[in-house]
């Protein structure tokens, strides 16, 4: 949804010669929107997964179709430098071979769901910002290192429990969140009173979440560094977990 807003920003302030706000957008897009957002909830099962395994070809896939899309909304100003990357751009079929002969890109239905889709998911990167603020403040304090070295208790009232039910049960929450939160283990708590336990710190953004950071007391695996508590459960390999141990083979 953020790459087709960013079509039609990009496309309606083109039409009007604002080069420097199209290009300040382009930018804002690959810092805020990919790099920090994206890329990073995406680099572990990029690195880690196996070569051929769905996650990371449909990560790979959506990677392609951004590249694809970057490329076009920048030719109009990067003419030579993005010539020279459609060049190694894997094409579909019947696409020139100049991005200058290329169509300007459309997102058709996804353009149209955009606001429905930033809405539902604003909730997710706001309980990832909550979370970010109190691993900073633990990085800081010099109580972790990296994400993986901790593990995160979200403190839930019932309303924002029933909110998060749209993304799925809480066993299927508490198995997607780490990745999304690059944190090795994700626990939902919607018993416990939040507000009277000390270690719960109460979030600034979202109302009814508490948050919980510990440092995890299992041990790290070797290729991928989270702490899923299954290193060495294959016999072969050590120091590996099993995710890790299945990929390697």
Known sequence: SRTAALIE??????????????????????????????????????????????????????????????????????????????????????????????????????????????????????LKAESDRVLDRMRKEKVIGKGYDANVTLGLNAALLKELAQFGTPDALQAELPELLNVSQVVLDGESDHAALQEFEPATDVQGLWVKVVASAEQACVRCYRRTGDVGSVSEHEYLCARCAGVVG
Not at 52 to 68: F, G, H, M, N, P
């Open 9 to 126: 920003n990009v496309t309606s302030l083109w039409e009007r010669y604002e080069f420097h706000h199209a290009t300040r957008a382009l930018v804002h897009f690959c810092t805020v929107d990919l790099s920090s957002q994206y890329i990073d909830v995406c680099k572990d099962a990029l690195y880690c997964e196996g070569k051929t395994s769905l996650e990371r070809r449909r990560i790979q896939t959506v990677y392609w179709k951004i590249a694809d899309v970057l490329l076009r909304l920048m030719s109009p100003v990067m003419v030579h430098t993005v010539e020279e990357m459609w060049g190694y751009l894997p094409k579909a079929p019947g696409e020139p071979t100049s991005a200058h002969l290329a169509l300007w890109p459309k997102m058709g239905e996804l353009l149209q769901s955009r606001h429905e889709l930033d809405s539902r998911y604003k909730l997710l990167f706001r």
